[in-house]
């Protein structure tokens, strides 16, 4: 063999025997593998790194290296210099390029997760921002006035009841990391009924209560109020639609959410363009309520096994949400209602929190308003308007970011439970801390993109929202505050996808709460003083 073989192979085959000369005689134990290895080498591990070399290195290093002579050690140290082995071990060498590749794989995971899942955040201003082109391409500039706080209300009043699909993620991801099918179902339809419940009451609040609510807008009341009132008829069917999605992130399935928004936006832009040209505002309202009934409709086709498969064969992503024919772990009764239960006393505190936020952007516009009106700065108003449009089409990147924490920390803790055998409620494990230091790590990155394209779009193409120069000048000068408050919600988003993973919502609402009240108190005496647009923002 040492005859016929090339060049490295040759010396390989002589170090080998070297070694093995050298620790017989110093009677080392791993020797007659090594030998063994030596005479049996076949031609492909002949051109592979040595590992019996290896192997015996970190051997003699760990034991039997101090007990040599200094010469016996030169002689060590000459043949291992010779074939380039490094003194560390080998297998520690693996072990950081396997974490290194691990954490490269998973932010790359979190970040595929994100970014299909911020067009299924997106849906919803989207569908506000394609009336708004109808209604200012077809109709008047009143109905385009009277869109405003419309639009304003309605957003802000369904945004508020999307805590049923916050607690959903969390609750559902949970069960299916802990092989619950039957409690995943479970919560998923106890969602369904609290989404249903709160839709029902919301609609009859809102067409009776908004007369009231939007008298305050004067010439533009009637107009604002009868789109708020032909609006909230989809607003049962886009919670309940919305909790159906949010069970299937939880269970990593992005591909259904975001075909149901691309149904629901195509829908709106179909029906905008048939309705709004004849039918004004009442017309966007119904084009924006078909478009949620047509989310709902691709959502409960997902939740069936429609097919009839055996689900226990099907990946978990692609298993019905609720139950399918003749199924058995289709729900109880019993545990059904408990679910339900868990849901409105895990959902209160989250409830509150997301009260906070539209506590937070409704004084944010009236201390910009107030502010502007006062000084008689009208192109302050202007470019406050253009500003909170843009957050608001920029900042789904922060929900997208608490939804995909929230689907990947119950497994991580899952693996730690297996490994520490205990799951505590404050307790981060290994696996734990893993995934939320790179969701940390993906909503900074996220989060700074997402401001600069924010800042992007109005410093180099200010012409798409104004042609009055002051209001540009205006805009131009806030905007870098804009990006800021982006980057820092992207990872306020990431953070707070990890308290609802854990469950910590009381904590999570007391924070927010605070955090309202101070921002609020701040922005009065900005309104007071009638501070400039920069200092608000």
Same mark, same amino acid.
């Given at each position: ?26 009677? +080392?134990?791993?020797?007659? %593998? ?14 592979? =790194? ?21 010469? +016996? ?51 919803? =201003? ?147 363009? +048939?309705?709004? =040209? ?10 924006? &309520? ?28 692609? %298993? ?35 009260? &906070? ?52 920390? =119950? ?8 490994? /520490?055998?205990?799951? /505590? ?43 009055? /120069? /002051? ?34 919502? %009381? ?31």
């Amino acid at each position: 063999v040492y005859r016929y073989s090339n060049s490295q192979a040759k010396n390989k085959m002589l170090i080998f025997l070297l070694l093995s000369v050298r620790c017989t005689s110093m009677h +080392i134990p791993t020797v007659s %593998r090594v030998s063994r290895k030596a005479t049996s080498t076949t031609e492909e591990q002949l051109y592979a =790194p040595p590992p019996g070399v290896v192997s015996l290195e970190t051997t003699v290093r760990d034991s039997s290296y101090s007990k040599l002579d200094d010469t +016996i050690k030169e002689e060590w140290d000459e043949i291992l210099e010779i074939k380039g082995v490094e003194r560390r071990d080998v297998e520690t060498r693996r072990e950081e390029v396997a974490k290194n590749n691990e954490e490269k794989s998973m932010i790359s995971e979190l970040t595929s997760f994100t970014l299909p899942l911020l067009l299924v955040w997106l849906s919803s =201003p989207l569908l506000s921002l394609a009336d708004s082109t109808f209604i200012g391409a077809f109709r008047s500039t009143s109905e385009l006035a009277a869109l405003g706080p419309a639009c304003s209300m309605s957003d802000n009043i369904f945004f508020a009841a999307t805590f049923v699909a916050v607690v959903t993620t969390s609750s559902v991801a949970t069960a299916v990391a802990n092989n619950d099918e039957r409690g995943a179902r479970a919560i998923t339809s106890a969602g369904c009924i609290a989404a249903l419940g709160i839709g029902l009451v919301l609609t009859a609040f809102l067409y009776g209560a908004s007369p009231n609510i939007l008298a305050s807008c004067g010439e533009l009341a009637p107009a604002a109020i009868a789109y708020v009132q032909n609006r909230c008829i989809g607003f049962t069917p886009g919670l309940i639609s919305t909790s159906l999605q949010a069970a299937s992130m939880a269970r990593r399935d992005v591909r259904s959410p975001l075909l149901a928004a691309l149904v629901a936006g195509g829908t709106n832009l179909i029906m905008d363009a +048939i309705l709004v =040209p004849k039918y004004g505002l009442i017309g966007a309202a119904h084009a924006t &309520a078909l478009a949620q009934y047509a989310s709902l409709a691709v959502m409960l086709h997902r939740a069936y096994n429609w097919q009839n498969n055996n689900i226990d064969t099907l990946p978990i992503k692609q %298993r019905p949400l609720i139950l399918g024919w003749k199924d058995r772990l289709s729900p109880t009764f019993p545990r059904t209602i408990s679910a339900l239960k868990d849901c409105i006393s895990n959902g209160t505190p989250v409830f509150g929190a997301l009260l &906070a936020k539209c506590a937070v952007c409704a004084g944010l516009v009236i201390a910009a308003t107030r502010s502007a009106v006062g000084r008689g700065a009208l192109p302050d108003a202007a470019a406050h308007q253009i500003l909170t449009a843009l957050y608001w089409l920029f900042a789904p990147v922060g929900d997208a970011l608490s939804s995909t924490v929230q689907t990947f920390v =119950p497994a991580a803790r899952g693996k730690d439970a297996r490994e /520490q055998r205990s799951m /505590q409620t404050t307790e981060y494990g290994k696996a734990t801390k893993k995934v939320v230091a790179d969701a940390t790590k993906a909503a900074l990155a996220l989060g700074f993109v997402n401001a600069l394209l924010a800042i992007a779009l109005p410093t180099f193409a200010p012409f798409l929202f104004s042609r009055d /120069q /002051q209001v540009i000048s205006v805009l131009l000068a806030t905007v870098p505050l804009l990006g800021l408050n982006l980057m820092l919600h992207a990872a306020t988003g990431a953070l707070e996808g990890t308290m609802l993973a854990f469950k910590d919502t %009381r904590r999570l609402s007391f924070f927010y709460a605070l955090d309202a009240t101070a921002v609020l108190a701040v922005f009065s005496v900005l309104a007071t003083t009638q501070a400039p647009l920069a200092h608000v923002w």
